[in-house]
């Protein structure tokens, strides 16, 4: 089966400080993964996925994510964060192995607030 | 700019009351997904429609929520009847097959409150 958590329900930042979201997930094969971000009162938006190649992928806003598959990790990173960065963030996995689900798997989600 | 649209933005209803959400996915998508969103149990998926055949509604409440694809421009959820627990925020996704690999469009959602 597919899981993906998501430890931090909140992560605090300085304006101008790097900004780490951390992901962590378990599949029987290989993974698609997903990051996500959801500004109030809206719909959640794609930021960037890893399928296959480079294990640092670049998206949407500056923000780009490792694949790490010893440690099973997809943490989203920012070099430096922006206040208009706060939002809820969340990755999403699906497993390409016989456990896995043609549908993704979200986390719960964690909220990014960068101060001033 | 293609989109996910959905109506109504907003509902306010009492309980015992038919609901009916809509959704226009993004022409030339297969996939439609319908999620409800509360702060307790976060992001839940209702219902997932490939080429608008239903493929999975394993977390759907089956006696008072339907979902259908009446056709390739329009998805909608039902509740029927409406209950103070059915209040979320639901949104409605769609994309392409592409083996799974591809990203979700969401819509902006519907914000349902049953009094």
């Known amino acids: 089966a597919q899981s993906v958590a998501q430890p931090e329900d909140q992560v605090n930042v300085a304006e101008g400080n790097p900004l780490t979201v951390k992901c962590t997930y378990s599949v029987s094969g290989n993974p698609y993964l997903f990051w996500y971000v959801q500004y109030p009162n809206r719909g959640l938006q794609f930021l960037l996925k890893?399928?296959?190649?480079?294990?640092l992928v670049k998206g949407s806003y500056g923000f780009e994510a490792e694949f790490n598959k010893s440690q099973t990790s997809f943490h989203l990173k920012k070099p430096s964060a922006l206040v208009s960065d706060s939002a809820l963030y969340f990755c999403a996995v699906r497993d390409l192995g016989s456990g896995g689900s043609y549908i993704p798997t979200f986390g719960r989600g964690t909220s990014l607030i960068v101060h001033p | 700019d293609a989109r996910v649209t959905q109506t109504p933005r907003h509902k306010v209803t009492e309980m015992g009351q038919e609901v009916t959400m809509r959704c226009q996915p993004i022409?030339?998508?297969?996939?439609v997904f319908w999620y409800r969103q509360t702060m307790m149990q976060g992001l839940e998926l209702l219902a997932y429609?490939?080429?608008?055949?239903?493929?999975?509604d394993s977390g759907m409440p089956k006696d008072r929520f339907s979902a259908e694809m009446p056709d390739a421009t329009l998805a909608t959820l039902k509740i029927q009847p409406s209950e103070p627990r059915d209040s979320a925020v639901y949104f409605c996704?769609?994309?392409?097959?592409?083996?799974?690999?591809?990203?979700?469009?969401f819509g902006p959602g519907t914000r349902l409150t049953v009094l």
């Open positions: 022409l030339g998508h297969n996939t």
């Open positions: 996704a769609s994309g392409l097959t592409s083996g799974g690999s591809s990203e979700q469009f």
């Open positions: 429609f490939r080429n608008r055949a239903p493929l999975d």
């Open positions: 890893y399928i296959t190649g480079d294990n």
